[in-house]
């Protein structure tokens, strides 16, 4: 009852997925992610090897079903799951893993009409990177987006070149603005990670900053895993860098929501890292006591998401 934050039904003091899905669908949504069988342009050669130092071989996809399944069959299996959590929940196919615009239109087209299909969808998710979208695939997802709901999700991480070459990101943030622009007038959802090595609390506020000028309808703001045979996970483990304490990320996010538009989606305030493979940082395992220190944080100092966007000085 106590709550100032206006986009809220709970005690969450900045503008969560959840309570936009059930205003805007009037009921409870569910996301079951999809692995399209695609690649990186950072993979394969076209703009480098490796992938991006943090991502694991599943390219992020790592609780997708696999592309031993067809979309179909992959929704079939956690539609099943997910109904006997949310018996009457409807469902957004998310297409996670890899870069899910790096192929041909009609390959593409073939699976998100598929995705489509599926019993009780309202809307599709699609991760990809700004240099994966073909004048013709945009063309596309504008027709995808008058006859459903549509999200492109633009993975950023960092508006610092020098920490996307750090992370053999394969381009830089110019490019990204360029991806950004070609899809103005469509739903986009920013991925921004705290904790990339080299970065301090000033760079990933800067990072928000940034985002909050851009200003998107959704924005994903993950922690920074090291996942086990990734790159990033051999710099750590040579001590290259340091990864976060509960601590600091806690004040990081609530420091960069102070920051963000007041109606900016946050489709997450932290991530999950699979148990089996994750090295650091631990207590990430335990995602709702983050996200519990997220709440306490805003309301020990009075805050809310937005508080400040408008302020043209943000003493820290």
């Known amino acids: ?32 992610t999809l692995d399209g069988g695609f690649t990186c342009p950072n993979r394969d050669g076209t703009r480098g090897v490796g992938g991006c130092s943090f991502c694991s071989g599943r390219g992020s996809g790592d609780f997708c079903a696999g592309t031993s399944l067809s979309i179909a069959e992959q929704f079939a299996a956690q539609r099943e799951m997910m109904r006997k959590k949310w018996e009457n929940a409807r469902f957004l196919a998310y297409f996670q893993a890899y870069t899910n615009t790096y192929a041909p239109l009609p390959r593409l087209r073939r699976l998100y009409e598929e995705a489509l299909r599926q019993p009780e969808v309202v ?21 995808l987006s008058a006859r459903t709901a549509l999200t492109v999700e ?12 750090r992370i053999n990101r394969g381009h830089d943030y110019a490019e990204f603005l360029r991806g950004y622009e ?12 705290n904790g990339l090595p080299g970065e301090d609390h000033d760079m990933m506020l800067e990072t928000a900053a940034e985002v909050a000028r851009l200003h998107p309808k959704f924005l994903k703001i993950h922690l920074l895993h090291v996942i086990k045979d990734t790159a990033l996970a051999r710099q750590y483990e040579a001590g ?36 089996d493979s994750l090295i650091a940082p631990l207590w990430s395992k335990k995602k709702l006591v983050v996200m519990n220190e997220i709440d306490k944080e805003l309301v020990k100092r009075g805050s809310y998401q937005g508080i400040c966007y408008n302020c043209t000085k943000i003493d820290r």
């Open 1 to 32: 009852m106590n709550n100032p934050f206006p986009h809220s039904d709970s005690n969450k003091r900045y503008y969560t997925f959840d309570y936009y899905l059930r205003k805007t669908f009037g009921g409870k949504i569910a996301k079951i």
């Open 123 to 143: 809307g599709l998710n699609i991760a990809t990177r700004a240099d994966c979208l073909e004048d013709d695939v945009v063309k596309y997802l504008r027709e």
């Open 154 to 165: 633009l993975g950023l991480q960092s508006v610092h070149d020098a920490t996307a070459q």
């Open 182 to 193: 070609k899809l103005r007038g469509l739903d986009v959802c920013i991925h921004i990670i």
């Open 240 to 275: 290259e860098f340091d990864a976060m304490t509960r601590e600091e990320y806690v004040k990081t996010v609530c420091d960069q929501l102070e920051i963000l538009p007041p109606d900016t989606v946050l489709g997450r305030v932290t991530g999950d890292g699979a148990a």
